[in-house]
């Protein structure tokens, strides 16, 4: 079975600081990752994904993901934050590499202050 | 690029009526759609995979006769919630893919189903 865990259902930064939302992940199979934005009453954009090629995954907006898999992690970064950011994110795990059937985490509110 | 279409995005229902959530895909087809719903301040949880043509696969503990899936057609998919009652009342997102389990998925922008 997979699943995905994602520490810290909020989190809070200053505009221009770095960001770092953590996804941890347990799969019997290796994994594909991926990283979600959800604005409010809205769906889901994709940010990036894993896919079993490079293990730093550069995506939209900025935002990149490293996969260890020594740490089961697969970690989503900024180095640094604009107020457009502020959004849900969400880490998701397939047993394919172009999504199908995910199994999203919990979600991690991302605030940014001025 | 590829865009789903969710109608409507939100809906306020009395108890014990039925809401129809239509999702499609405006500018590819799409074999297979999924069915996400999703709690306030929670995640996505899937309800069930459905393929044009065939019965929808639904997760465990989602009962198939209250959440009616139909996909008759290569670009739409509906979900009717059966006898509403107020814990029906969520966030509803459908996803699609163009060919199948290993394409590519687009989100439609959610339904917002409150039940009164």
């Known amino acids: 079975a997979q699943s995905v865990t994602q520490l810290g259902s909020h989190v809070s930064v200053s505009e221009g600081a770095l960001v770092l939302l953590r996804c941890n992940y347990s799969?019997?199979?290796?994994?594909?990752l991926f990283w979600y934005v959800q604005y409010p009453n809205q769906g889901l954009q994709l940010l990036l994904k894993?896919?079993?090629?490079?293990?730093l995954v550069k995506g939209i907006n900025g935002f990149e993901a490293e996969f260890k898999k020594s740490e089961t992690s697969f970690h989503l970064t900024k180095p640094s934050a604009h107020m457009s950011d502020a959004a849900e994110y969400f880490c998701?795990?397939?047993?394919?590499?172009?999504?199908?059937?995910?199994?999203f985490g919990q979600g991690t509110e991302l605030s940014v202050k001025p | 690029g590829a865009v789903v279409s969710q109608h409507p995005s939100w809906v306020i229902c009395k108890s014990g009526t039925s809401v129809k959530i239509e999702c499609r895909s405006l500018?590819?087809?799409?074999?297979?759609m999924f069915w996400y719903r999703q709690f306030p301040k929670q995640s996505l949880m899937l309800m069930a995979t459905?393929?044009?043509?065939?019965?929808?696969?639904?997760e465990q503990g989602v009962e198939k006769d209250k959440f009616l899936i139909n996909h008759a057609s290569l670009t739409l998919s509906t979900l009717t919630v059966t006898s509403a009652h107020p814990e029906d009342s969520s966030f509803y997102i459908c996803s699609a893919s163009t060919g199948g389990y290993n394409s590519p998925l687009h989100f439609g922008n959610g339904t917002r189903l409150t039940v009164t």
């Open positions: 894993y896919t079993s090629a490079a293990t």
């Open positions: 500018d590819f087809q799409a074999t297979t």
């Open positions: 998701a795990v397939s047993d394919n590499n172009q999504g199908g059937k995910l199994i």
């Open positions: 799969s019997s199979v290796p994994p594909y």
């Open positions: 459905s393929n044009e043509g065939s019965k929808a696969t639904y």
